[in-house]
């Protein structure tokens, strides 16, 4: 594979859509998103570049570069999932660092956006060595009038007993109901 301008070009990681190259595009090294040729699923690039473009004017996910019909272009995030990075955080980074995540799930939320993944967000958040979040992967994300990224998000707080189930259960029926984020937010303290 080549593209113009990107040097380095090189294999990063595959999932079940997409193939991640890095390499240098202007003295910036950047992720290169590609069709898995084993996929069956349709325009998941472009629909990445679109939501990716329409969430970088409110400061979520990676910085988007460019794209065409083969691939979407974006700046590298240097960090490590959110999984990894946890068994070495002090409880008060932990809290910074989920409601922040939630902050964007509200977010999210509030778009009539549903990115389908935050029920198990450990491939899909990058905590950057500055301990600012950054979600990834918006290939499945589409709009509804039902978005479920705050619900989602406080189902794997529960899952990884991070948060306490009956409240959750409490508090999520509440968020469904008003869309309000504060007791959620209250919670995760």
Same mark, same amino acid.
């Given at each position: %594979?080549?593209?113009?301008?990107?040097?380095?070009?090189?294999?990063? #990681?595959?999932?079940?859509?997409?193939?991640?190259?890095?390499?240098?595009?202007?003295? !910036?090294?950047?992720?290169?998103?590609?069709?898995?040729?084993? #996929?069956?699923?349709?325009?998941?690039?472009?629909?990445?570049?679109?939501?990716?473009? &329409?969430?970088?004017? *409110?400061?979520?996910?990676?910085?988007?570069?460019?794209?065409?019909?083969?691939?979407?272009?974006?700046?590298?995030?240097?960090?490590?999932?959110?999984?990894?990075?946890? &068994?070495?955080?002090?409880?008060?980074?932990? !809290? $910074?660092?989920?409601?922040?995540?939630?902050? $964007?799930?509200?977010?999210?939320? *509030?778009?009539?956006?549903? *990115?389908?993944? %935050?029920?198990?967000?450990?491939?899909?958040? /990058?905590?950057?060595?500055?301990?600012?979040?950054?979600?990834?992967?918006?290939?499945? #994300?589409?709009?509804?009038?039902?978005?479920?990224?705050?619900? =989602?998000?406080?189902?794997?707080?529960?899952?990884?007993?991070? &948060?306490? *189930?009956?409240?959750?259960?409490?508090?999520?029926? $509440?968020?469904?109901?008003?869309?309000? /984020?504060?007791?959620?937010? =209250? %919670?995760?303290?």
């Amino acid at each position: %594979m080549k593209i113009n301008q990107v040097k380095n070009l090189k294999y990063f #990681s595959k999932g079940k859509r997409g193939i991640i190259y890095t390499g240098i595009y202007k003295k !910036i090294k950047v992720a290169i998103k590609t069709k898995n040729p084993n #996929s069956t699923a349709i325009d998941k690039i472009k629909n990445e570049a679109k939501y990716m473009q &329409l969430l970088n004017k *409110k400061k979520i996910g990676p910085k988007f570069i460019k794209s065409t019909n083969k691939y979407v272009m974006y700046k590298f995030v240097e960090g490590e999932f959110i999984d990894e990075l946890f &068994l070495t955080l002090t409880k008060s980074k932990k !809290i $910074q660092i989920l409601k922040d995540v939630m902050i $964007q799930c509200h977010i999210l939320d *509030k778009l009539g956006i549903d *990115k389908e993944e %935050m029920h198990h967000p450990h491939k899909h958040i /990058i905590i950057t060595k500055t301990l600012k979040p950054v979600l990834i992967d918006f290939e499945r #994300s589409h709009h509804t009038l039902k978005p479920k990224n705050v619900t =989602q998000f406080v189902e794997y707080l529960r899952r990884i007993k991070f &948060l306490p *189930k009956k409240l959750t259960i409490k508090t999520s029926k $509440q968020y469904k109901k008003d869309h309000n /984020i504060k007791p959620i937010l =209250q %919670m995760i303290k």
